[in-house]
């Protein structure tokens, strides 16, 4: 029951600002949007949420448009370690559960 | 480091078998959810439990039981264990609503 879409998987270079693209064109206006990611055999990572304004922190910057109807994630210097799959969920404020899709895997390359 | 950890980090078990798992949520947390995650697959969210009761349940058979503990910790118990059980099984504690925070998981291997 995944509310999001994403790209199943895009390349970066080391160094290089990556761009990860979702969509959520369904959301609801008390609904934020979540930013995990998985790196091989850990549990998931939470990096960055929000629900209308962009929002920083050391991780990523979380972009999201005036619509709220897509977001971009954006980690401004890839490094090789930031290579994962990157879940975008959406979240209801009162809402119990993470529902996560098959998500992003980015590979950063040297 | 989330604070969360979970043990055993790898198990065996026999078809039929029963298993528990455990997880000590991060201090200051009183939520704890169970997630299923299958190889190649994005996490499958089993139940939640808030002060020690169940506060919301997932598409699982009732052989996927847990408890939580006054000190927030919690179980999940798995009966009767099948071939598709194999997974990595994770927790995620939180204060409620907020944000939540994941443990390493326990790879569970059903043979």
């Known amino acids: 029951d995944a509310k999001t879409t994403q790209p199943t998987s895009m390349d970066c270079a080391e160094g290089r600002a990556a761009n990860l693209p979702c969509n959520h064109s369904?959301?609801?206006?008390?609904?934020?949007v979540y930013w995990y990611r998985q790196i091989h055999s850990q549990g998931p990572q939470y990096i960055i949420h929000?629900?209308?304004n962009n929002e920083t922190n050391e991780m990523a910057s979380l972009i999201i448009t005036e619509d709220r109807k897509s977001s971009t994630l954006i980690l401004p210097h890839a490094t090789l370690r930031d290579t994962a799959v990157y879940y975008c969920?959406?979240?209801?404020?009162?809402?119990?559960?993470?529902?996560f899709g098959a998500g992003t895997t980015v590979t950063v390359r040297a | 480091e989330t604070g969360v950890t979970q043990s055993p980090t790898h198990l065996i078990k026999t078809r039929g078998q029963q298993v528990t798992l455990r997880c000590s949520s991060q201090?200051?947390?009183?939520?704890v959810s169970w997630y299923q995650q299958a190889l190649g697959q994005g996490p499958q969210f089993i139940f939640q439990y808030y002060r020690e009761e169940e506060n919301g349940r997932g598409n699982f058979p009732p052989r996927f039981s847990g408890l939580q503990f006054p000190n927030y910790s919690s179980e999940l118990n798995v009966n009767a264990l099948e071939l598709d059980d194999s997974a990595l099984y994770l927790c995620?504690?939180?204060?409620?609503?907020?944000?939540?925070?994941f443990g390493q998981g326990t790879r569970l291997t059903v043979v």
């Open positions: 969920i959406v979240r209801g404020g009162g809402d119990y559960k993470l529902s």
């Open positions: 929000g629900l209308k």
């Open positions: 369904t959301i609801s206006g008390n609904e934020y």
């Open positions: 995620a504690s939180s204060d409620r609503f907020s944000k939540a925070f």
């Open positions: 201090s200051g947390h009183n939520t």
